[in-house]
């Protein structure tokens, strides 16, 4: 803690990037390794925004209004009416988990990578005076939180390829598509690769773009600060279009994967 405010550069670099961990072994809290250990700042961060997430809608949806409503209401109704618009052009099926799903994941993901636009320093140094050393709060660039998002839509394509094509239309689609029944081994082999990168594509994406943009931020904070606000608010303008595309792609392909789900090859 005590080289906080007067850190080298490397320091300053590599204080930015340390997580606050929690070892399940030992029960400490710290800079640790191993499989079993929790970013507890990710965990932290995440949970709150989505509590937030959840009290502001279901706020809106008790207190809705059709004669007078509010600009927070009106606000709302926009990004739910943008989702179930795309939901509807693109998702090829019935299923009424999909929308509100959609919705989730835009919302969340988007309030997480918008995290990243508040000054590098501004809540790690307050969380210092509490005795907190470490804190990342940008959770999106943790591939820990972006694969546990991506795992949990790819057990949801799992389990509508079985639900909707049950367990003989599924295999008929593995093992007979694209080149036919005989070249099985090869139909079996894509399948797979084509599955795996699902959750991949997903993750990487999200976690790649989140990470350069933090990074790139810090970088910036360790220029004189007469450069500090013409470089860092170029960088904002156009890394607000990088938050925003990032939380519209992740939202997208979960449509688009789900609703391959729910079709079948002919």
């Known amino acids: 803690m005590s080289d906080f405010l007067h850190p080298t550069e490397g320091e300053y670099i590599q204080h930015h990037l340390d997580h606050l961990q929690l070892n399940l072994h030992t029960w400490k809290i710290g800079p640790t390794t191993g499989f079993w250990t929790l970013n507890l700042d990710t965990l932290i961060v995440s949970i709150l925004v989505g509590l937030l997430f959840f009290l502001l809608f279901r706020s809106v949806a008790k207190k809705v209004s059709i004669d007078t409503p509010s600009k927070l209401q009106n606000f709302v109704e926009m990004i739910v009416e943008f989702v179930g618009q795309l939901v509807k052009e693109v998702f090829h099926g019935k299923n009424k988990l999909i929308a509100p799903l959609a919705l989730t994941i835009f919302v969340w993901v988007f309030v997480l990578n918008t995290l990243d636009l508040l000054p590098v320093d501004l809540i790690p140094k307050y969380l210092w005076y509490f005795g907190i050393d470490d804190f990342r709060f940008v959770a999106t660039d943790d591939p820990n939180l972006t694969f546990a998002l991506s795992l949990t839509v790819f057990c949801l394509i799992i389990f509508y390829n079985f639900k909707v094509k049950g367990f ?7 093992f007979c598509h694209p080149f036919g029944v005989w070249l099985f081994p090869l139909n079996f082999i894509f399948r797979m690769i084509e599955e795996c990168v699902k959750p991949l594509s997903l993750s990487l994406r ?7 943009g933090e990074l790139i931020f810090i970088l910036i904070a360790l220029l004189p600060w007469w450069i500090q606000w013409t470089v860092g608010g170029i960088w904002s303008v156009f890394h607000i279009l990088v938050i925003s595309i990032q939380a519209f792609i992740f939202m997208m392909l979960t449509i688009i994967y789900l609703s391959m789900a729910h079709e079948s090859s002919h």
């Open 168 to 174: 003989f239309g599924l295999g008929k689609e593995v």
């Open 206 to 212: 999200l976690f790649g773009n989140m990470f350069a």
